[in-house]
Each structure stands twice: as C-alpha cells, then as structure tokens.
C-alpha cells in the first residue's frame, strides 16, 4: 500500500482484529512495511496503527466509500465491500463494542465517535452469493462530532476488516482513511440570522356547551342504536315448533286408500292393471308398517320371511299369501286381471287390513257399589249408644 494512512481506535470494534494483534502486535516504531515482516503491511496515523496482514496470499479485491460531506451530530457511514472465497468468512469474531482508553481517545481525537450497537445504529454485515464467489457488504456508521462549530475537514482513520480463510489463517485487511467534511446543521444556510416571530392568529373560542351537547347526542345515538340491534335480535330469536301431530294408524291410513281406489274410477275407463298394482301397494305399505319393514322394498319372499317370525303368529297369514303371489302374478307375468279379479283382490285386501288389526284393551271392569242398608236396625235412633246400657 502507498501513502500514509491514519488508524483510528475503530479496530478494537471486532474481537477477531484484536486477537490477531494480540498475536502478532507490531512494534511501536515500525513505520514502514518492511519492518513487520514477510506478508505484512503496517500503515502509521495519528493514534495508532493499521497492520495489513495477508498470510503470503493475495490481497482480496476490497471496495470501500464514504461521504464527502456531513453535518455535526449525524452518522457519517462507511461502506465496505469485500468479494471472497466461500469458505471465507468475513469478521468470524463479530462486532464487539470494547475500545480501550487509548483508543478512545484517539477517536475523540479524530472527531469521530461509534454509535453503541445497543441503540439500532450498528454495524451491518450483508452476504450476496455470486457463483464460486461471495460478496459481502458492511456498513460502519460514525458519528462526527467536532470539537468547534462551523465547517470542520474531519479525517476518518482507516478501520481493519479480519477474513478467516478456510485453512484457519485469518487476514487483516486496511481501509483507507477519508476527508469527510463536516457543517453545522444550519449550514445549508449562507449567513443564517434568527427569523422574526410569525404574525399573530385569531383565537378561537372554544363551545363547551355545545361539544358536550354534541357528545351526549352521539352517546345517545350509540345507545339507542344498540337497544334496537337487540329488540331485532330479541324478536328474530328462534321460537320452538310446535310438535307435529302423531302419526295416523296404519290401517286407518290403508282402508283410506282402498277406499279411494274403489272409487277413483279404474274399473269405469278399464284400467285394470293400474287399479290392480294399487291395491298391491297399498297392501305392501301397510304390512310393513303395521310389522315394521320397508313393505315397497321387500319381495313378496322377503315380506313373508318376516311375517312369519311375528309373535304371535299372524292367523290369516294364508290368506296374506295368496293375495301376494297372485298381484306377482299381474305385475311380473303381465296377466291382464278381469274386473271382477280387481274387485276381489279389493275386497281381499281390505280382509287382509281388517284381519290383523290390533286386539284393543278391553277395560277392566269394576264391581258396582254396594247399596246402603236399610230397615229398622239401619235407623240411628235403634243404634245402642258406644257405652253400652245406661240406667
């Protein structure tokens, strides 16, 4: 490297900085390259020393700018970008905030302070991939504060940035130093003198009356806008429905529909398959509802499978039997029944329904009361008295 470059107490900002000086500290008055040895750079500046230490390798390509310009009390940031290898790490120790006295002072000196990571103006440290190679980017912010108002050339030192190499060597690379110049923050304003108080404005005055009023009405609006939400709410509730009336009996249910279809004027126009299947029907439905199956859905095997497990047993159950095969007959053999089979399988249809009614309680009777007594041994005045004879 050329030129002499400054060196600021910034280097005690990364522990892994000052563990490489701690293991190689440079002398004092090595002022030159050559004095710190083979692979190593010093650069001297007031406050201190940078070292360059490059492990007999080449120097990383190593980016850096700063402002040129600034105002006292606000953060001068320093931009660093590094292009390394993938097994590299940029500052493997991390940002530690621990300067010592002397490099303290040399920073008070520099005009220069760092912001305590603590406060959310830390140092930054940002990696972009880029092939076979990694870019990282670090942001170092400064804070000038320079000793005397108006514009000040503040200078600020060269910072190390520390690179550990796959193998383990760790290399410590310089940035250069930077003139930074620094204005007050009233600056920006050639011969800048104290402005004349504004013009003074109307007052206003103020209607508590009228704000109280006007709050009160929102008040009562709300209310009276939540007392009706809950009148709606109250009269839109659900209601209990009413039970629905039990189920008719299913034989009054099937002598109601033979009776329509008695009179519903099949036999009249000679529809006597449709009459016919009706009456079928209408049987089915009502054996199984009366013994508790699908009556529709069962063949007429399966409909008598279940008849005959009831208890007891069913004594027209024969006669069930014939009406079922012989409606088999009609509806699967498409034999054309005559009027007067539609009228029979009628009438034995309604016998069928009839025949398996239930047997209803009889009541049980109760003897009728006993009359009173009568006679002359009934009267009062022939009843003895309880104490028997009295003289």
């Known amino acids: ?47 201190g020393v940078c070292v360059e230490r490059l492990a007999g390798a080449s120097r990383p390509a190593l980016h850096e700018s700063a402002p040129d310009r600034g105002q006292s009390g606000h953060v001068v940031v320093l931009d660093v970008t590094l292009e390394h290898g993938k097994g590299e790490s940029v500052l493997p120790g991390g940002f530690q905030f621990g300067l010592s006295e002397e490099s303290s002072r040399a920073l008070e000196r520099s005009g220069f302070f760092l912001p305590h ?33 108006g514009r000040q050339v503040l200078q600020l030192p060269s910072v190390p940035i520390t690179l550990a190499r ?25 011969h800048a003198e104290p402005r004349a108080n504004p013009p003074p404005r109307r007052q206003r005055e103020l209607w508590t009356a009228a704000k109280n009023v006007a709050l009160a009405a929102l008040l009562a609006l709300a209310v009276g806008a939540l007392v009706a939400w809950l009148v709606m709410k109250w009269r839109r509730r659900p209601r209990p429905v009413p039970a629905p009336p039990p189920p008719r009996p299913p034989w009054e249910v099937a002598l109601e529909e ?90 034995r249809g309604e016998h069928v329904v009839r025949m398996t009614l239930p047997e209803l309680p009889r009541p049980i009777p109760t003897a009728p009361p006993s009359p009173p007594p009568s006679g002359p041994s009934a009267e009062p005045s022939n009843l003895a008295p309880p104490g028997g004879p009295t003289a």
């Open 166 to 190: 796959a193998s383990g060597d760790v290399v410590t690379l310089c940035t250069r130093p930077h003139a930074v110049t620094v204005e007050d923050p009233i600056a920006n304003t050639p």
């Open 117 to 149: 990571p603590g406060g959310g103006a830390g140092p930054l440290i940002q990696s972009t991939p880029l092939g076979e190679r990694i870019k990282t980017r670090i942001t170092i912010p400064f804070v000038a504060l320079p000793e005397k108002p």
């Open 258 to 347: 033979l009776f329509d279809i008695r009179n519903a004027g099949y036999i009249r126009e000679q529809r006597f398959a449709e009459y016919f299947d009706r009456v079928s029907d209408t049987v089915r439905t009502y054996l199984g509802a009366r013994y508790g199956f699908d009556g529709l859905e069962c063949t007429t095997r399966e409909t008598l499978g279940m008849l005959r497990r009831v208890e007891p047993p069913i004594h027209v159950l024969s006669d069930i039997e014939g009406f079922l095969r012989q409606a088999d007959l009609v509806k699967f053999a498409r034999l054309t029944p005559t009027e007067a089979e539609c009228e029979i399988a009628l009438e």
């Open 1 to 47: 490297m050329k030129g002499t470059r400054a060196l600021t107490c910034a280097a005690a900002l990364w522990s892994s900085s000052a563990a490489a000086a701690q293991a190689d500290p440079p002398d004092a008055g090595a002022a030159t390259s050559g004095d710190a040895g083979p692979g190593v750079t010093s650069e001297t500046a007031p406050g």
